[in-house]
């Protein structure tokens, strides 16, 4: 938990003010559905204990005032219609993203200065951009539109910057669970059509254990954008057949019986977005009827498919899934968020929970030559003052 009076103290020494307002942004795993929310499937997220806390003020001017204590790297900007992606702004892009997008929806921006302090592991997979993206929206809602807007509208200027001023084409599930999170619930999202609904996350004795590469990453600079249009290249395909907005609509039944017009890479591309479209479904089952076994059967298949099919989990994501799948206690793993380094989650037994965590950590060192982290979260609410 982050220590708040200590960055009471420290915005005081900064800016010189003490009417201030504090806030809190998660960050999220995904249990299961992994890179099928640009493709129209359904996603089982949920919002985690670790994210990034803000104190916060108004200015007299028009100038956004940002420090960090994680990064040496202090800056501002003015507000205006015209605000455009700088990589010398390295994380500021991210606020000013934010800005530029809630402008363009009509909403009343004004002077800030602005403590951020988090503790999601920078470059982690665990969404820390969405995080920050959320938490400055939050800030603007309160500080200038009396928390009126409402968290869908966040969450869709949220995503609105990452795709048109970030320039990373993701889908909305990041920045969904951030802004509509619950506490000891994951969320069940269509992505599609944006419906949902809350499910009670009772591990019936086990429990998720986060697990870091350090291997950072960023989705700018990966191959992230290149796998979204493979699979707009494998629907346009499948769509000679039969008439097809994303490749969801598919059941894997269809699927097989289409597939013939893919080959190589496109074919496997697909078959991972349908296939685990189909794992959601079966993974809201397993929950509601207390079957772990079944739950971490199909986090095993879920990375299966994502390091064969889709070819985004790499040496280190490999070697800490397989290392915890062969752990006492532990019934599956997968790597969760987007891949290319990041995190993975196991599904870990509660009394096993320490054992667990020294013995992967100690065999990962000795694999990879650098030592991975690990967390244990519970499950939160979504952006919020606090």
Known sequence: MMNIQDLEKQFKREFDQVDTKTFFSPSRINIIGEHID?????VFPCAIEIGTYAIAAKRDDNIISLISTNFSHRDSFEIQSD??????KQWVNYPMGMVWSMMKRGFKVG????????????????SSSASLELLIGEIINVLYNDGNIDKMDLVLAGKE???DFIGVHSGVMDQ????????DNAILLDTETLSYGYVPLKLDGYRFVIMNTRKRRELKDSKYNERRQECERAKELLSSL??????CELDEDEFDSLSYVLTGTLLRRARHVVTENTRVKAVINAIENKDMPELGRLLNASHHSLKEDFEVTGIELDTLV?????????LGARMTGAGFGGCAIALVKN???????SSVSKAYAEKIGYEGEFFVSGIDDGVREL
């Open 161 to 163: 910057m990452e795709n």
């Open 38 to 42: 640009y493709n129209g499937g359904s």
């Open 242 to 247: 039969r008439p097809l907005n994303h490749l």
């Open 322 to 330: 397989s290392l915890a799948q062969i752990q006492q206690g532990c």
């Open 351 to 357: 009394e096993e929970v320490e054992d667990f965590i």
């Open 111 to 126: 002077g800030l200065n602005i403590l951020i302090s988090g503790n999601i592991p920078n470059g982690a997979g665990l």
């Open 176 to 183: 969904f669970v951030i802004g509509m999170g619950k506490k």
């Open 83 to 88: 605000l455009i992606y700088c990589e010398d």
